[in-house]
């Protein structure tokens, strides 16, 4: 019944943009926090973005100044708009909705930064 799933990966040039969407279902989208995480192979995953329910948000270091994280309720989507992209940005972004005592997770997309 809930929902996650994330589109807009793909292949681009270091120096690209690309935006990530995560659209949500089988939730009151309104009342939970939002955030991006990402992992590439053989590393820890790490918080990439988060936007909360009142819409503050939080970058992590590597990424300030680069991405932004967005919500639209209306449409129970989360963006990720990437720009500046590097080699050290590629992994798979997984979306994620939390509220208390629940967290759900999307199947993830991949992102890869190459020339």
């Known amino acids: 019944q809930v929902q996650l799933v994330e589109s807009g990966g793909g292949l681009v040039q270091p120096g690209g943009s690309l935006r990530l969407s995560c659209a949500a279902s089988g939730i009151i989208f309104t009342y939970y926090n939002m955030n991006w995480y990402r992992q590439a192979p053989g590393k820890q995953g790490e918080l990439v973005a988060g936007i909360t329910s009142g819409d503050s948000t939080n970058y992590a270091d590597s990424v300030k100044g680069r991405f932004t994280i967005s919500r639209d309720n209306a449409a129970n989507t989360v963006y990720l708009q990437m720009n500046s992209l590097t080699p050290a940005d590629t992994a798979d972004y997984y979306c994620?909705?939390?509220?208390?005592?629940?967290?759900?997770w999307g199947k993830g997309t991949l992102v890869t930064v190459s020339s």
């Open positions: 994620q909705a939390t509220r208390y005592g629940v967290e759900y």
